[in-house]
């Protein structure tokens, strides 16, 4: 089936999409969800999502293909806060490693030789695949909010203490690797 031509079973998925939209809002807690109830409704809602994404770009004035005339349908909504959901759980899923590297780093941390590789080894997470995660993500102190695109009715949002170990892995980090004179000693040699 064409995905610039509307499902025969639209309004029932839209509706199914409401439902699910229902469901997220309601597994919040005191204003916060948590990662274990975002990855149950990203499984549960998996086959949905299916359909959304490919669906995404119905009504579209370029067939096919996504403009602003499609941005608003539920479908499109749908798909993007899915994604985001899952690049959520995705980046969560590194908060044990934080955990390990938080403790090589202690052991290392005055130790400049055994410090460099450290960094080397986790410089494409802590500089480029966590970057808006500590630059848009960490709005206060104690909050971890995603940006989900055209969703301002939509408040998702982490307590920090849920992601300690990312929070703490990227301070380290973020402290040797863009301020520290470590690099910057490396740099000169």
Not at 97 to 108: A, W
Not at 123 to 144: A, M, Q
Request: hydrophobic share 35%; aromatic share 14%; with cysteine.
């Amino acid at each position: 089936m064409s995905t610039s031509t509307p499902h025969p079973l639209q309004n029932l998925y839209r509706l199914e999409i409401e439902e699910a939209l229902e469901e997220l809002q309601h597994l919040q807690k005191d204003g916060f969800y948590n990662v274990p109830r975002i990855t149950w409704w990203i499984l549960k809602f998996d086959e949905l999502n299916e359909y959304s994404y490919n669906h995404r770009h119905v009504g579209s004035c370029i067939d096919g293909m996504g403009c602003s005339c499609c941005w608003d349908a539920p479908e499109s909504r749908f798909s993007d806060l899915y994604t985001v959901l899952q690049e959520v759980v995705q980046l969560y899923s590194y908060n044990n490693y934080y955990r390990n590297e938080l403790d090589v780093l202690e052991q290392v941390r005055d130790d400049h030789p055994a410090l460099m590789p450290w960094l080397r080894k986790n410089e494409k997470l802590g500089s480029e695949d966590f970057l808006l995660f500590w630059i848009e993500w960490l709005e206060e102190e104690n909050t971890v909010k995603p940006f989900v695109l055209g969703w301002k009715d939509l408040d998702i949002k982490f307590r920090s203490e849920e992601w300690k170990n990312t929070i703490k892995f990227l301070e380290e980090f973020n402290d040797l690797y863009w301020d520290s004179e470590v690099c910057m000693a490396s740099d000169a040699s």
